[in-house]
Nanobody
Framework: VQLQASGGGLVQAGGSLRLSCAAS???????FGWFRQLPGKDREVVAAIGWTNGATYYADSVEGRSTISRDEARNTVYLQVNSLKSEDTAVYYC?????????????????WGQGTLVTVSS
């Protein structure tokens, strides 16, 4: 499956963004994750969602102000982030793997989108 991430941009601190990850085919049977990466840093998980029961995971850094969701009719996975902070600035990537559970490690995913830059100005 091919993934296309979009929705990044420049936003003021305290604002919100919704990132989209459009898949080239059906997202049924796939679990998804959103990751972010700063230059010189490891890619870190932001949120993840499983397939079978929609179980979700959020990193502590975004817990309570983010929502990951999936729309199988549109073959798209979303990440809504509210109350953005300067430390949320990064390139955000979506990833997919065929399977029921969600995963939090980048190595667990087989398919990656190209990344979308989020810049939060303070």
């Amino acid at each position: 499956v091919q993934l296309q991430a979009s929705g990044g941009g420049l936003v003021q601190a305290g604002g919100s963004l919704r990132l989209s990850c459009a898949a080239s085919g059906s997202i049924r049977y796939y679990s998804f994750g959103w990751f972010r990466q700063l230059p010189g840093k490891d890619r870190e998980v932001v949120a993840a969602i499983g397939w079978t029961n929609g179980a979700t995971y959020y990193a502590d850094s975004v817990e309570g102000r983010s929502t990951i969701s999936r729309d199988e009719a549109r073959n798209t996975v979303y990440l809504q982030v509210n109350s953005l902070k300067s430390e949320d600035t990064a390139v955000y990537y979506c990833a997919a793997v065929r399977g029921s559970a969600y995963y939090t490690r980048p190595i667990s995913y087989d398919f990656w989108g190209q990344g979308t830059l989020v810049t939060v100005s303070s």
